[in-house]
C-alpha cells in the first residue's frame, strides 16, 4: 500500500520531527461555557512515528476525545500547534480541513456510522466518491478488495442492518481505508463487540501497522490496552506516562486516575 500523503492546500508546513508523522506542541483546549471554563487539555506535548500502534488510555472525562480530535481536526486547540505529516491542522480553514481529513485520515468510530440505507459496499465507496481518489470504474472492485481484506465481501450487497455489530465494524474498517490513509485513528473501536470480535479487530490493526499504517486507538478494554506497541495515558488533560507499557505499569498507572 502506498503510505505517503496527497498534497492539498495547507499553511504553514514545520520542518520539525523528521521521524514523526504526529506532533503536538504545549496543546492547550479551554472549552467555555455558562458554567464557566473547562480546560480538556493543558499543554500537552506529544509525538508518534510512523508505523506505531499507539494506544490512547484513561478515565472518562480525561481528555482522551478531547486529544482524538485535535488530531483529527474536529475540534482546535485554544493554544498550541498539532502537525500530521507535513500539515499543520491547526492552521487549515474548515474546505481544507474536510480535503485534508477525507483523504488522510481513516477514521473508525465506536458505533460504526454506516449509512443504513446504504450497502455495505456503497458504505465503503463512500470516502472515495467524496473525495474523487480513484476512478469511477476501479471504486467498486477496490471496495470489494478491502471487503476480502476484512473477511467481508460475501456480504457486500446487504445492508448494515443485516449484520452483526462485529461485521458492522469490520465494514466500517474497510470505509476507513478505502483512501488509503497513512493514519487510522478509532475511537472506542471495541466498546460494542464481543470479546471474540473485539480480538478480530485488533488483530487486523495489528497487520495494518505491519504494512506501515500508524493507529491511534482510543480504549477502555485493559487487556487490548497491553498489546498495543505503546500506550500514552491521559490524566486530568495532561499526557503523565508517554512511554512504553507493559501490563504491571498499565495496571499502576490506571489506579493512579481511577
Known sequence: MKLSFRHDPKPGPSNRGHHALIELHQVRKVFTSAAGDFTALNGVDLSIARGEFIGVIGRSGSGKSTLINMITGIDRPTSGEVLVGETAVHRLNENQIARWRGRNLGIVFQFFQLLPNLTVIENVMLPMDFC???????????????????????????????????QQQRVAIARALANDPPLIIADEPTGNLDTKSANAMFQLFERLTREGKTVVMVTHDTSLAQRVGRTILIADGEVVQPGTA?????????AAVA
Do not use: C
Open 246 to 254: 507493559f501490563p504491571s505499569e498499565y495496571a499502576a498507572a490506571t
Open 132 to 166: 474523487n481518489t480513484y476512478p469511477l470504474r476501479e471504486r467498486q472492485k477496490r471496495a470489494l478488495h478491502l471487503l476480502e481484506m476484512v473477511d467481508m465481501s460475501k456480504h457486500a450487497f446487504k445492508l448494515p442492518s443485516a449484520l452483526s455489530g462485529g
